[in-house]
């Protein structure tokens, strides 16, 4: 059985170490867990998700690409029900709140891994200023466009040089210090989108208020980021 991965699981199946046991959270049907191991990325999958639905479709395809003994489906509440060391842990298409709930209630396990790729899909501030108080630290980020919808992916790992985090402020856990540091051309696109909207907001705000001047500054900070890279 062959698998089609989304733009987005694409770019999380590449941020995988390659050698690395993986734990695949909120697998859906698995097809990420499939796609690292039939490549031989991965010598070993666990595939959970709290719902049984998708761990009975996950489990079908598993079988059908000859996995089984390879893939080990869980059904798991986040990473409450893994008990095998793993050296990455994937998490994508969760909102970010949730992302965080998960770390929080097992985050040993979380500390425990040598890397995590989190693909928050709200609260992406909220999950970036968590992995900094937490002490993870930034390896990669990664923006597609998925289905039209924009997506951001990052890379941490227990520990390291945290001082990446911090190096554009707030806008920088808004909007990804990596990808910014790196001009990402797809981070670039969304900035550009992002600055015509604010600036259409702007003017439709009559005389000055604290909401008024927040987007003014964003919007400044956007023109900057443009002019650094010219």
């Not at 008990?83 to 298409?93: A, M």
């Not at 992406?124 to 466009?145: C, D, M, P, Q, W």
């Amino acid at each position: 059985m062959s698998v089609k991965l989304s733009e987005r699981l694409k770019a999380a199946y590449d941020m995988v170490t390659e050698g690395s046991v993986v734990a695949d959270v909120g697998c859906d049907h698995a097809f990420l867990s499939i796609a690292l191991v039939s490549s031989g990325k991965s010598p070993e999958a666990f595939a959970c998700d709290v719902n049984e639905g998708p761990l009975e479709k996950a489990k079908e395809h598993i079988t059908a690409a000859g996995l089984s003994e390879k893939i080990h489906p869980h059904l798991s509440d986040g990473l409450k029900g893994l008990d095998s060391p793993v050296d990455s842990i994937v998490i994508c298409g969760m909102g970010g709140s949730l992302v965080i709930s998960i770390l929080e209630q097992s985050i040993e396990k979380a500390k425990s891994a040598r890397e995590l790729i989190l693909s928050p899909q709200s609260d992406i501030f909220k999950v970036r200023s968590y992995l900094r108080n937490h002490g993870f630290s930034l390896l990669e980020e990664r923006a597609v466009t998925d289905a039209g919808k924009y997506y951001e992916l990052m890379k941490v790992r227990p520990g390291g040089d945290l001082t990446l985090w911090d190096k554009y402020g707030d806008f920088g856990l808004k909007y990804g210090p990596y990808l910014i540091e790196h001009r990402d051309k797809t981070l670039m696109d969304h900035l550009k989108k992002r600055q015509a909207a604010i600036e259409g907001i702007i003017a439709g705000i009559s005389g000055e208020n604290k909401r008024k001047e927040e987007l003014q500054k964003e919007a400044d900070i956007i023109a900057g980021i443009y002019h650094d890279k010219d």
